[in-house]
């Protein structure tokens, strides 16, 4: 099992930036891709970012050039760094992981956290 925790969450005003971050525990060799998906209320859970085990990234659209995700495996931790938050970024965070190498879908991700709530005030 491997298990993960975030951290960052919180209310920020439109404009403002925030950075999430994941510890994961367990059964880390279990782990390829890591990734950063959201919820909104009354949404699907959507793809926000995906990092693979050697650094290379993927984005939604909708949040190009204003996040990057990183990890530190040496800390078994994942960031998101998040710029220019809009209204439409507020949802709930949550941190996934996969035993797949690219993790370019939800369903390819076997281990999730808690989530962390970002709320973005206007």
């Known amino acids: 099992q491997v298990q993960l925790v975030e951290s960052g969450g919180g209310l920020v005003q439109a404009g403002g930036s925030l950075r999430l971050s994941c510890v994961a525990s367990?059964?880390?060799?279990?782990?390829?891709?890591m990734g950063w998906y959201r919820q909104g209320p009354g949404k699907q859970r959507e793809l926000v970012a995906t990092?693979?085990?050697?650094?290379?990234?993927n984005y939604a659209d909708s949040v190009k050039g204003r996040f990057a995700i990183s990890r530190d495996n040496a800390k078994k931790t994942v960031y998101l760094q998040m710029n220019n938050l809009k209204s439409e970024d507020a949802a709930v965070y949550y941190c996934?992981?996969?035993?797949?190498?690219?993790?370019?879908?939800?369903?390819?991700?076997?281990?999730w956290g808690q989530g962390t709530r970002v709320t973005v005030s206007s």
């Open positions: 367990g059964d880390i060799f279990r782990v390829n891709a």
């Open positions: 996934a992981a996969s035993g797949y190498y690219l993790g370019r879908s939800l369903a390819e991700y076997d281990y």
């Open positions: 990092i693979t085990s050697d650094g290379s990234t």
